[in-house]
């Protein structure tokens, strides 16, 4: 780190916001950059839960990624990386299990797991329990020199550059408020542990895959209850996973798509 305009402040090249996969990716590829770099680049993460966590509301038993393990973190940037899914396996002792399943998509549970290994592996470079309330300029004459990264336990750190990776927000039916009584699907294994075994009846809104998922997960948890699908289309709306649709995840399309004018980004 260097110091900031007043001297005696240090400043990072980078500081990001929210420690789900996308820093954590981030931090990953910082990390093995410094093993070898002449000039080390000073990342610093905050995350505002107490410890790594990625959907834990959607943790359900059976349920697989929808995106294949080799597009995950780092096999396509370093695949040698001693970061990657196979290490994790190797070290867990699951690596000749895994492979004998032969599949592309482990579990979202040990999927999980395997973010947790590897935010361990990187846990110098976040702060956790630290929630952002502002990001704020900080000028050197009229041009702005640094970012200050303010956070609510009054803990502010300066940077050249900021990522934001804070995650989705829930999205509910307009007129609809979360309760005790209506969930969105991101707390669904948090929040089906209190329902009484004997509870006669769910409504799930929604045509998605994680909709579909919730509705097989109460039918399974609560067998003797009447379970709702209710959706606008005809049926459930699978996730395209197919090679033409997947290209949107490779590097090259990223670039294009990042060095694109203003009006072919937004038309793609």
Not at 27 to 33: H, K, L, Q, S
Not at 39 to 55: I, K, L, T
Not at 160 to 177: C, D, H, K, Y
Request: hydrophobic share 45%.
């Amino acid at each position: 780190m260097t110091q900031g305009l007043a001297g005696d402040v240090p400043v990072y090249d980078l500081i990001g916001v929210g420690f789900g996969p996308s820093n954590l990716a981030l931090a990953i590829a910082v990390a093995e950059y410094n093993e070898t770099a002449a000039e080390p680049v000073a990342a610093h993460f905050v995350e505002q839960q107490a410890s790594f966590g990625w959907h834990r509301g959607m943790l359900i038993d059976d349920a697989t990624m929808q995106v294949s393990f080799p597009k995950a973190l780092v096999p396509l940037r370093n695949p040698t990386s001693r970061f990657s899914f196979l290490s994790y396996l190797h070290d867990r002792g699951r690596l000749v299990e895994f492979v004998n399943h032969k599949t592309l998509f482990p579990l979202r549970a040990e999927f999980h797991d395997y973010f947790g290994w590897c935010a361990a592996r990187v846990g110098d470079m976040v702060s956790y329990g630290r929630e952002v309330v502002a990001v704020e300029p900080v000028f050197d004459g009229d041009e702005i020199a640094y970012v200050d990264v303010r956070s609510a336990c009054g803990t502010v750190q300066r940077a050249r550059n900021v990522v934001l990776a804070t995650g989705l927000r829930p999205r509910v039916p307009e007129g609809a408020e979360l309760s005790d009584r209506i969930w969105h699907n991101s707390e669904l294994v948090h929040r089906a542990r209190s329902v009484p075994a004997d509870a006669g009846r769910f409504v799930v809104v929604g045509a998605g895959q994680s909709a579909a998922e919730v509705t097989a997960h109460l039918h399974t948890a609560f067998p003797d209850a009447e379970v709702c699908a209710v959706f606008s289309r005809f049926g459930y709306s699978p996730s395209d996973d197919s090679p033409f649709a997947n290209r949107v995840f490779d590097p090259e399309t990223v670039d294009e798509f990042h060095d694109a004018p203003p009006e072919v980004r937004k038309r793609i």
